[in-house]
């Protein structure tokens, strides 16, 4: 085997937590090897994070330019060239990957294009693990690394009995590729990406339908941000279907439209529209990496791993939407930063989930940290909640934003900072603070004492914190 083909990490997989470990890995000193079997950037800025957000902007943009008259812009007959809206989308994409492609030159990593699978590990190459590449022309190639870290990602999941023909009935992946809007959209799920496409779309002027089978879209956040963001959508004339599952079998392509029935209760309910977009969350691409050819242990469907990422297999690793858990793209990249400065002997500190913010970019957006008021009440906690709405920030009347509010949860005994929730305009920007707050600690006390700048939207941070007291200055 040549020199060139020996490396101290391999990772399968090249997206947000393949690459960005892969250039940490290069700065600590290793010798790094990427196998890709598309392009660098992975699912997140090709089929996720970063294409849809640009689709979210311009469909921002469309809809200020024909609310322009309350702010005296008079714009008349507004309307936007979807085609355009794609080629702005692929060019973003296009200059971020070239942005990896030059850090990885830069910090000399191999990048291997093709299917990546573990054919050896330390159980049958004492010093090493083998991966196999198979290119996209059928040639295979070999590669021996000492380390190999799993970085494969997740694809979109289906109901069972529910076939996606990417035309009438489809994934996020196809929706993103769409040459032209439909004049109605059914969006099976209202979840994270789901209230994402329900947003730009009805932005866009589609009359958008969404059917959730639980109680509440945005299952995930604190239930007054789930309440906020359905009160929302309504007024924006986004039809919501709660606790209302879709009859799989029942999905019809009739005459150029998708018919369908769903479930609420005992009542039937039956649905039309041009197309359906599946949004019921994703599946961990564990399969045809050679799992069985090492001790890594799959359960349900997600690889098991240990505090610093490391999987029954001594030299194999596992990141990102792979292990199931938080499938986001900055929290792949931490437990690759983890990951390999573990194999590096740096000793670093376990990730702290509770630490993470969680951010929807629907419009009004949504941004949160750490546990809801009823996670934090389940724990057995006593909690105190601070709560300012943005129509009380003059920031947010200057923009015309006023929708939405910041809510603090804090331990009512110990004034320890639980969580911090935000429904509103720009949150995902502002919830760092909250992140760093439980980063080091800090109580909502010590938030409400740093000064916050005025006029900012942030000023709505420090009312909300100053709230949890009763202290609020504009309430």
Known sequence: MSEQQQFDVAFIGGGPGGYVAAIRAAQLGLKVAVVEKERLGGTCLHHGCIPSKSLLRSAE?????????????IAQNVTFNFAQVQERKRKVVDQLTKGIEHLFKKNKITVFEGFGRIVGTSSTAPENGTVSIEKANGEKETISAKNVIIATGSRPRSLPGLQIDGTYVMTSDEALEMQELPKSMIIIGGGVIGMEWASLLNDFGVDVTVIEFLPRILPLEDEEISKDMTRVMKKRRVKIHTSTAV???????????VELEAKKGDQIIQFSADKVLV?????????????????VEVERGVIKVNEFFQTAEPNVYAIGDVIGGLQLAHVASHEGIIAVEHIAGKDPRPMDYLAVSKCTFTSPEVASVGMSEDEAKEKGYEVKVGKFQFRGIGKALVHGEVDGFVKIVADKNTNELLGVHMIGPHVTDMITEAGLAKVLKATPWEIAHTIHPHPTLSEAVLEATLDVDGKAIHA
């Not at 943009?61 to 812009?73: D, H, Q, V, W």
């Open 61 to 73: 943009i469309y809809r200020n330019a024909k609310e322009g008259e309350e702010f005296g812009i």
């Open 247 to 257: 009859i799989p079998e029942s999905v019809k392509v009739v005459d150029g439209h």
């Open 279 to 295: 949004s019921v969350g994703r599946i961990a691409n564990t399969e045809n990496i050679g799992l069985e050819n090492t001790k």
